[in-house]
Nanobody, 126 residues
Framework: EVQLVESGGGSVQAGGSLRLSCTAS????????MGWYRQAPGNEYEMVST???????YYADSVKGRFTISQDNAKNTVFLQMNSLKPEDTAVYYC????????????????????WGQGTQVTVSS
């Protein structure tokens, strides 16, 4: 059974930092891409960052320079270090894993690709 368990969410003030973790089980971590998505209230899903099985990274323009994705293959864990947080970063953050993860969620299909965790809430106050 594939499982993705996120942790590390919480409430911080603007300018603060949080580190999200996602521990995966039930599949070979080395063979898939991993990613973080988020959904703010009333909004569509948004890709935040992905990391390929070969280590290539991709970031949404809105988080470039502030967020960093990384992974520990030995621990089947992917991380999202979030610095200089802004109120507009407030959302539920989801971990995803799959052979194909979309970068553009505007068509509403992002959740149809890969396996997703249950999400962790991040709240940034001004």
């Amino acid at each position: 059974e594939v499982q993705l368990v996120e942790s590390g969410g919480g409430s911080v003030q603007a300018g603060g930092s949080l580190r999200l973790s996602c521990t995966a089980s039930g599949f070979s971590f080395d063979d898939v891409d991993m990613g973080w998505y988020r959904q703010a209230p009333g909004n569509e899903y948004e890709m935040v960052s992905t990391i390929s099985s070969t280590g290539g990274t991709y970031y949404a323009d809105s988080v470039k320079g502030r967020f960093t994705i990384s992974q520990d293959n030995a621990k089947n864990t992917v991380f999202l270090q979030m610095n200089s947080l802004k109120p507009e970063d407030t959302a539920v953050y989801y971990c995803a894993a799959g052979h194909l993860l979309l970068h553009d969620c505007s068509g509403g299909y992002c959740r149809d690709f890969g396996y997703w965790g249950q999400g962790t809430q991040v709240t940034v106050s001004s």
